[in-house]
């Protein structure tokens, strides 16, 4: 680690720098450009304290973004993610335990403004309930999981969006997806459902495992009630895989058993990514990593279903439990915003567009 770091941060309206020693940020100075004019501000960032927001009214919006991959897919998961927020004038905080990510975060996300949120898991006060909930390979994410339910108690927060920002992206535009999510935590609300998920597994294992992912979670203090409440790891008993178990495995218990209202839901005609660990796995780890929509009753993976041609592992029917939202999104809106936002042909040098015929393509003519 160097003694001192200088790091460039991107803003909407201006830039930021920050100055770091061993690894923490001591000084920083922004200047926004606002109506032709530049204004300059001096602060240093471990006086300053970020604006915190909470939430005892429900209507307000806070998301916890985990981040543990640092690959070019992630920053563009985390930027949509970001730009969605702004949207919504929502709150965040990025879970990162890793600087060098943290870094390069700051150096390649562009913010609305400098109020930005690093917190690392919560480690020790937790041992001992990890050691209860998951099997040794899941035990840093149970940490990040868990330190959304802890910090959001300590901070007032009942109701939060919990986000894996680096490998997850609903691919539409972010006006789209703030409409998507407001249905999805007004149909939480209203029916009182605890932990609402998007169908990233659930169809996928024909009901039998509910997960993380996109997840908006009402009554956040249930959960850690539910968490100090609990004596051992009997509750495993239950689940398909006693050698390697993560805290998904431990809400699919909560909600087979009745004990917290833990539901699922999917967007119709919707593409969502899922890149998991290294960003590149499409043809590898074609389960893992994956793209798919959701259209009449089906969840389509079209990487499996179209090259592949194995439409009994590509095309499957979604859980009856899942409940549909539906916003009127079209399958072609989802691929021209990938076209246009995900690869590089929108952004190709001209000679090369044209040695490619990228012009023929109907998203870029």
């Known amino acids: 680690m160097k003694l001192f770091e200088k790091i460039k941060i991107q803003l909407i309206n201006g830039k930021s720098r920050q100055i770091k020693f061993l690894g923490f940020p001591i000084f920083q100075y922004d200047v926004i450009y606002t109506e032709n004019k530049k204004n300059k501000r001096y602060y240093f960032p471990f006086i300053k304290k970020n604006k915190n927001y909470t939430n005892e009214n429900k209507e307000t919006t806070v998301f916890y973004l985990k981040m543990n991959i640092d690959t070019n897919i992630s920053m563009i998961c985390l930027q949509h993610w970001i ?79 919990n986000i894996d920002a680096d490998d997850t992206m609903l691919i539409i535009n972010s006006e789209k997806i ?112 994956y793209l798919c929509y959701w259209t009449n009753n089906k969840v389509i993976y079209p990487i499996i279903s179209n090259i592949f041609e194995d439409e009994q592992l590509g095309i499957i029917p979604i859980n009856k439990e899942c409940i549909k939202l539906d916003i009127g999104i079209k399958k072609e809106e989802c691929l021209n915003y990938a076209i246009r936002n995900i690869t590089n042909l929108n952004i190709l040098p001209e000679q090369l567009a044209n040695l490619w015929n990228i012009k023929n393509s109907k998203y870029l003519t």
């Open 178 to 289: 703030t409409e998507i999510l407001k249905q999805a935590q007004k149909y939480a609300i209203d029916n009182n459902i605890n932990a609402f998920s998007l169908d990233m597994w659930n169809s996928r294992t024909r009901g039998k495992y509910w997960s993380f992912g996109i997840t908006y979670i009402n009554n956040s203090n249930s959960f850690v009630e539910i968490f100090n409440n609990l004596q051992n790891n009997n509750w495993q008993k239950n689940c398909l895989f006693n050698d390697d178990i993560n805290l998904d495995w431990y809400f699919t218990y909560l909600k087979q058993k009745n004990i917290s209202q833990i539901k699922t839901f999917y967007i119709e005609n919707t593409y969502f990514m899922h890149s998991c660990r290294l960003g590149n796995e499409f043809f590898t780890n074609i389960v893992g990593s």
């Open 83 to 161: 730009d969605t927020i702004n949207l919504l004038d929502a709150d965040f905080y990025i879970i990162c335990d890793n600087k060098k990510l943290q870094n390069n975060i700051l150096k390649y996300i562009i913010f609305k403004n400098s109020n930005i949120k690093f917190i690392s898991s919560i480690r020790n006060p937790l041992s001992n309930l990890v050691k209860k909930l998951v099997s040794k390979n899941w035990i840093n994410a149970a940490y990040a999981h868990l330190t959304t339910f802890f910090h959001a108690k300590q901070n007032n927060i009942r109701n939060f969006w």
